[in-house]
């Protein structure tokens, strides 16, 4: 690190998330690319910590020509990572919970009182369930297991596949 901190009472090679205020200002506003990257780091390790959140409010001030910006850019970033993150994760699960319930996507949106198309993109991570939602989803996979091998099929589609399975033989 070559910033030199005036008045600050720190170790300079703890986390910056321990860093006072004072001195990730001092990393922005003088600070060389080697301590950018530094606070990027922290920010992307914790995106929404005391170092993001400083960093944050520093470059609102717009006093930083260029590395108000690419600052700025490093937090959206880190957090948005987090959220696509936490999306894939979800539907991971829900793909999961879906699967082990041996239902189709319709058959599970049904019962979980929902669509298909927004069961779709709650697989698909385009958007992330609520809390109430995924409540009702985990609810149908726990309720619903698949016992019978038939993978959740209907009647009807039984009997389409296996059309001697349901016929009926008299006594």
Do not use: C
Not at 10 to 22: G, S, V, Y
Not at 107 to 130: C, I, M, N, W
């Amino acid at each position: 690190m070559t910033l030199r901190f005036r008045n600050l009472h720190f170790d300079p090679a703890a986390p910056m998330d321990e860093w006072p205020a004072e001195a990730i200002e001092t990393a922005i506003d003088r600070g060389s690319l080697s301590d950018w990257r530094r606070l990027a780091e922290a920010i992307r390790a914790n995106p929404w910590g005391p170092a993001a959140r400083t960093a944050e409010t520093v470059t609102a001030w717009g006093e930083h020509y260029g590395v108000d910006a690419l600052i700025s850019n490093v937090i959206r970033h880190a957090r948005e990572d987090v959220v696509l993150q936490g999306r894939a994760e979800y539907a991971a699960q829900i793909r999961q919970w879906r699967a082990q319930s041996g239902m189709t996507l319709r058959q599970f949106a049904r019962a979980a009182g929902t669509s298909a198309s927004r069961l779709s993109d709650y697989e698909h991570a385009k958007v992330a369930p609520t809390t109430d939602a995924l409540a009702r989803l985990r609810h149908v996979a726990a309720t619903h297991p698949q016992a019978d091998g038939s993978g959740g099929a209907s009647p009807r589609e039984l009997a389409r596949a296996h059309p001697d399975a349901l016929q009926l033989t008299s006594p």
